[in-house]
């Protein structure tokens, strides 16, 4: 029988470049539980070998001997859950045979759009059209991602914009071999589809600890979120996922779709005077969709699983790439906020959120931290970031991930750690002792 007191812990986070992929092993007196919290990626970092995926599945498979206990998908963003449909490392991990697996409520089958029949609550017809809305959601991306290849070929575009556009919309293509092959563990094991303060259950697989689910919220305890599942912006969503295929798929398709004006004059060639407007028309066009994609990226965000874990009398937060609006239920709205907050102070481990954004650690939740402090501080806070600067958002803008003045923040406040810090493509990770003393 496995001691329920944990002894030791230890954190482990790959260096994937852009994206998430953190093991937290836990020992016992005579044996290991192991938590993988998600394993995707959309940048590999610069110099990184092609197979870099596969090799961070053999390193896991190596350090849990074998097994995985747990795998937390924290939301469907390709920067978190791609290495589990790619063929090859999918394959690894799924060899691990995870005894559970845990998403956001946002991901539940029942919830799929192509389901024949909803769940039989009431409630479940407003999450369905959340589901359809995050469906059309992805085709757009699909779209955007397709329009983002085009304009990097298109004389005097600039390649920036071209490169934003394509980075952002691949980012939120559902990734459809990523969420099967997690559908597949969940089933094989135990699938579990988690929001606000539900109680997981996993007592059996982690004894000793204990995991509040913070984020996110349903659409009955977070209006906000209810809203957008207006019929209007469900068919907005709509109209946009079909433009998303139809970009996708433009050399088959929007080339062969009748003239928009049957029996307007077609220019055959643009005109010389007017060859400098075309890009500044293709500039608009991009810019609008990067609007839209900045939109969508934010909505995906906040169906982020936010877990706040107690091991012995030592707290780890891990909030994915949650953002204010899903923070801002359990950090004000929530009956037990006052309290959630309070549990939220004594956090010992964060994992910074949404690779260094200023939008995924908000200053309340910061300012509250009661670990932040200088060097010489006892118990100080650890922070650990996954991240690839440079991938996402602009400096000129004050939108570069990781946001500068958060990372000076870091810095000043606590002991903190950084996958860019490691250069080996021999031991691609950064490992974090998790001090279960507990501290001041």
């Not at 589901?131 to 779209?143: C, E, I, N, V």
């Not at 699938?191 to 697989?205: K, R, W, Y």
């Not at 650990?384 to 500068?404: F, M, Q, Y």
Request: net charge neutral; charged share 20%.
């Amino acid at each position: 029988m496995t001691d329920p007191r944990p002894k030791s812990a230890q954190l482990r986070a790959y260096n994937v470049g852009f994206g998430d992929c953190l093991l937290l092993s836990i020992d016992y007196a005579a044996s290991a539980r192991h938590v993988l919290i998600d394993f995707g990626t959309s940048k590999l970092p610069a110099r990184a070998p092609a197979t870099r995926m596969l090799d961070v599945a053999k390193a896991i498979e190596q350090e849990t001997g074998g097994h995985l206990d747990l795998i937390v998908a924290t939301h469907r963003h390709s920067d978190h859950i791609s290495g589990f449909g790619a063929a090859k490392s999918g394959d690894v991990i799924e060899s691990l045979q995870p005894a559970a697996v845990l998403q956001p409520w946002t991901e539940h089958p029942d919830l799929d759009p192509a389901a024949r029949t909803p769940a039989a609550a009431e409630s479940a017809q407003g999450r369905l059209a959340l589901s359809r809305t995050l469906h059309y959601m992805s085709a757009f991306a699909g779209g955007a991602a397709s329009e983002g290849r085009r304009l990097a070929a298109v004389a005097r575009f600039p390649k920036s914009v071209a490169s934003r556009l394509e980075f952002l919309g691949e980012t939120n293509i559902t990734n459809p071999a990523a969420v099967e092959r997690l559908m597949a563990m969940g089933r094989a094991g135990r699938p579990l589809h988690a929001s606000f303060g539900d109680d997981l259950g996993l007592d059996d697989l982690l004894p000793g600890v204990t995991i509040d689910v913070l984020g996110p919220p349903t659409l009955e305890d977070h209006p906000s979120i209810a809203r957008q599942t207006t019929e209007d912006a469900e068919q907005f969503w709509h109209l946009a996922g079909s433009w998303g295929l139809a970009a996708s798929e433009r050399s088959a398709t929007v080339h062969d779709l009748a003239p928009l004006f049957s029996t307007g004059h077609v220019l055959k060639r643009v005109p010389q005077a007017a060859k400098w407007l075309v890009p500044q028309i293709e500039r608009a066009y991009a810019e609008e969709v990067l609007s839209l994609l900045r939109v969508l990226d934010g909505v995906l965000n906040n169906t982020s699983l936010i877990l706040l874990m107690r091991i012995a009398d030592t707290t780890l937060l891990f909030p994915g790439d949650a953002q204010i609006e899903n923070w801002s239920y359990a950090l004000f709205d929530a009956p037990n906020a006052d309290q959630i907050r309070r549990r939220l102070a004594k956090t010992h481990v964060y994992k910074v959120g949404h690779h260094g954004s200023l939008n995924g650690t908000p200053k309340t939740m910061w300012n509250d931290l009661a670990r932040r402090g200088d060097e010489q501080a006892p118990g100080r806070l650890i922070t650990v970031l996954s991240t690839a600067a440079g991938k996402h958002g602009d400096a000129r803008r004050n939108t570069e991930v990781p946001r500068r003045v958060l990372l000076e923040a870091l810095r000043a406040g606590s002991d903190a750690r950084t996958t860019q810090s490691t250069r080996s493509n021999k031991r691609p990770w950064i490992d974090v002792a998790v001090p279960l003393s507990g501290g001041r």
